[in-house]
């Protein structure tokens, strides 16, 4: 009824409702190997736009509008295909598979079978190895309801990991400035699967500066303490007292250069919080506000955790979009995640998915401004 109505409204005010430009598609180069890659462009309503490559599935730029209307590209990244294709690019807005964050000792046993893996990161894996998802070029789909599908099928025994996975990632720039992320997985073998999205945010616009300022909430009243090669050691500590208690809005900068354990293993925050929501619903993970510009991010998921990481490892060495230089802690990232580790921590939920099973899971990034003074 309520359509029927809206319909008719809509005919008698002779109006225009206000519809998103259909996704454009462009070359955006060829990998090294010379297959080809595209990049598609997602607009909304609102002037919202995101551009997302086949390659790694990288949102290569994200424009939001900041207080006054202004747009700025607010994710991190490379105006060219090479500097993705690097050794040392930091995972600039890739999709990242087919486990993110770190396995410790590079290896995990499943079913009494034991598993080696690549060592990546020290005596670790991260992120699925070096050449996880983000250096895969996806399978592109434009879905009729304005949705960019991509899909990725992971050979059995690809870096070390049992099992051929299919894993479909699906981006929806909706109307009320959402970029909506829908992941599914499934396998013909038992395996581990742990996928997230590695968008490094700076909401005063990429290449502007530190994110110090930026003041958090995390919707967590416990993180996953880590050891020097930060690995979890299994503990689930509670934020209180610590400056891991971002419950409260904080700034990123008010406690990152305490004298902590914590914050000196990770160079600042590069840590895994246990969500309150317990994961499983979608729920509000985090949320990010920027006094100057009166930006405001809000991620929400149905995983149970996030990581928050502070690009401490960004030197200044890279030359991003437009030629600007990222220093450390010049942007950062949120990783909605099952957490680190799992697959070697069995009191943590499980990375496990079988043959017949399908690993569903959705984040949010949300995107709106409040007023000056707020802060
Ligand atoms: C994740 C890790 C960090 C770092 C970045 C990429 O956030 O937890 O330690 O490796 O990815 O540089």
Redesign the pocket.
């Known amino acids: 009824m309520y359509t029927e109505l809206a319909v008719v409204a809509l005919a008698i005010g002779g109006m225009t409702v206000a519809k998103a430009a259909p996704m454009t598609k462009a070359d955006f180069g060829k990998t090294k190997e010379g297959t080809p890659v595209q990049i598609f462009t997602l607009t909304n309503a609102s002037g919202m736009e995101a551009k997302i490559m086949t390659y790694g599935g990288i949102v290569v730029s994200l424009k939001a509008p900041d207080r006054k209307g202004a747009m700025a590209d607010i994710a991190l990244g490379f105006d060219s295909l090479k500097a993705y294709e690097e050794d040392n690019s930091?995972?600039f807005g890739a999709l990242i598979g087919r486990y993110g964050?770190?396995i410790g000792h590079a290896r995990f046993s499943l079913d009494d079978k034991e598993y080696t893996l690549e060592k990546n990161?020290g005596e670790n894996t991260?992120?699925g190895g070096s050449h996880g998802f983000n250096t895969k070029v996806w399978t592109p789909r434009q879905l009729p309801d304005g949705g960019l599908e991509l899909t990725y099928v992971s050979p059995d025994g690809e870096e070390g990991f049992p099992g051929k996975l299919t894993l479909v990632a699906v981006y929806r720039l909706t109307d009320a400035n959402e970029l909506k992320m829908d992941y599914t997985a499934t396998t013909d073998k038992p395996t581990v699967v742990n996928p997230t999205n590695?968008s490094y945010f700076n909401l005063k616009g990429a290449g502007n500066g530190d994110i110090l300022g930026h003041v958090v909430t995390i919707y967590a009243t416990r993180f996953t303490p880590v050891d020097a090669g930060?690995i979890p050691t299994g503990e689930l500590r509670p934020v209180k007292g610590t400056p891991f208690d971002f419950t409260k809005p904080t700034a990123v900068g008010a406690r990152i250069g305490q004298a902590d354990e914590q914050l000196k293993f990770?160079t600042g925050y590069?840590h895994n919080w246990v969500l309150d929501s317990g994961g499983g619903k979608l729920a509000l993970a985090a949320k990010v506000e920027e006094p100057t510009t009166g930006r405001v991010l809000e991620v929400l998921t149905t995983e149970p955790g996030i990581?928050f990481?502070t690009g401490n490892?960004l030197d200044g060495t890279l030359k991003g979009k437009g030629g600007k230089v990222y220093a450390q802690r010049n942007g950062l990232?949120l990783?909605t995640q099952h957490f680190p580790d799992s697959p070697n921590k069995p009191s943590f939920p499980s990375t496990t998915l079988r043959p017949g099973q399908k690993f569903q899971s959705q984040t949010v990034y949300r995107f709106s401004t409040e007023p000056a003074g707020k802060k």
């Open positions: 930091p995972y964050n770190r990161n991260l992120h590695h930060l990770g590069d990581q990481y490892f990232a990783e």
